[in-house]
Antibody, heavy 118, light 110 residues
Framework: EVQVVESGGGLVQPGGSLRLSCAAS????????MNWVRQAPGKGLEWVAN????????YYVDSVKGRFTISRDNAKNSLSLQMNSLRAEDTAIYYC???????????WGQGTMVTVSS | QSVLTQPPSASGTPGQRVTISCSGS????????VYWYRQLPGTAPKLLIY???QRPSGVPDRFSGSKSGTSASLAISGLRSEDEADYYC???????????FGGGTKLTVL
C-alpha cells in the first residue's frame, strides 16, 4: 500500500525541541519531493517545508526559518523535521505529504500532534 | 491572513450546485497551478483537484475546478450530505518561494 506515516509528536515545553519522522512505503521514496504541512487546532492548513529528491533543495515558511530543519534518508525511506526553539504557536497537527510532479502535496499521512505548552 | 482568499463558509441544499472561490495574485494563482483539497472532520486532507481542473482517479465528476487569471473556483454539482467538509485551495507563490493555502471554506449541506 502506498502510504506515509508520521510519528514523534508529543508535549514539549516552550523553547524545547522535538523531532518528527515520516515513514514512507509502497513507492520509490527517492523519486519524490516531500513536504511537512501543519494545522493548528481549529485553523487552516499551513505549509511548513519541503525537500527535493536528494535533499539538496529545501524551502521553509518564514515563521520556521532558522528553527526547523527538514531532512531525508532515502536509504531508510524516511523524512524528518527537527524542530528547535518551539513556541506555543507551533502547536498543531503536522502532516507529512508526498508531492506530485508539479511539487504539490498529493499523498498525505494521518498526522502527528505537537503541543507546545508549559 | 492567507495570501489566497476563500469565503469562510458556503452552503447549499441536496442536489444543488455550489461554487467556492479562491482569489490570489500574479505571483501565485496567476502563474502557477491551483490544487484543491477536501478535509472531512477529524481526518487528513485529501486531494480533490490537481493542475487547476484535473480530477484524481476516484473523485466523481460532480467536482470540477477552473482557473482564470488570478482566481480559481471549485464547483460541486449534485450536492450530497457527505460533501460537508472543509475545502482548501493551494498554489505555489513565486515571491514567497513557498506553497500557500487558502484559509479554507466550510461547506454545509442544509
Amino acid at each position: 500500500e502506498v502510504q506515509v506515516v508520521e510519528s514523534g509528536g508529543g508535549l514539549v515545553q516552550p523553547g524545547g525541541s522535538l523531532r518528527l519522522s515520516c515513514a514512507a512505503s509502497g513507492f520509490i521514496f527517492s523519486s519524490y519531493w516531500m513536504n511537512w504541512v501543519r494545522q493548528a487546532p481549529g485553523k487552516g492548513l499551513e505549509w511548513v517545508a519541503n525537500i527535493n529528491q536528494d535533499g539538496s533543495e529545501k524551502y521553509y515558511v518564514d515563521s520556521v526559518k532558522g528553527r526547523f530543519t527538514i531532512s531525508r534518508d532515502n536509504a531508510k525511506n524516511s523524512l524528518s523535521l527537527q524542530m528547535n526553539s518551539l513556541r506555543a504557536e507551533d502547536t498543531a497537527i503536522y502532516y507529512c505529504a508526498r508531492s506530485d510532479s508539479s511539487n504539490y502535496p498529493t499523498l498525505w499521512g494521518q498526522g502527528t500532534m505537537v503541543t507546545v505548552s508549559s | 491572513q492567507s495570501v489566497l482568499t476563500q469565503p469562510p463558509s458556503a452552503s447549499g441544499t441536496p442536489g444543488q450546485r455550489v461554487t467556492i472561490s479562491c482569489s490570489g495574485s500574479s505571483s501565485n494563482i496567476g502563474n502557477n497551478y491551483v490544487y484543491w483539497y477536501r478535509q472531512l472532520p477529524g481526518t487528513a486532507p485529501k486531494l480533490l483537484i490537481y493542475r487547476n481542473n484535473q480530477r484524481p482517479s476516484g473523485v466523481p465528476d460532480r467536482f470540477s475546478g477552473s482557473k482564470s487569471g488570478t482566481s480559481a473556483s471549485l464547483a460541486i454539482s449534485g450536492l450530497r450530505s457527505e460533501d460537508e467538509a472543509d475545502y482548501y485551495c493551494a498554489a505555489w507563490d513565486d515571491s514567497l518561494s513557498g506553497l500557500e493555502f487558502g484559509g479554507g471554506t466550510k461547506l454545509t449541506v442544509l
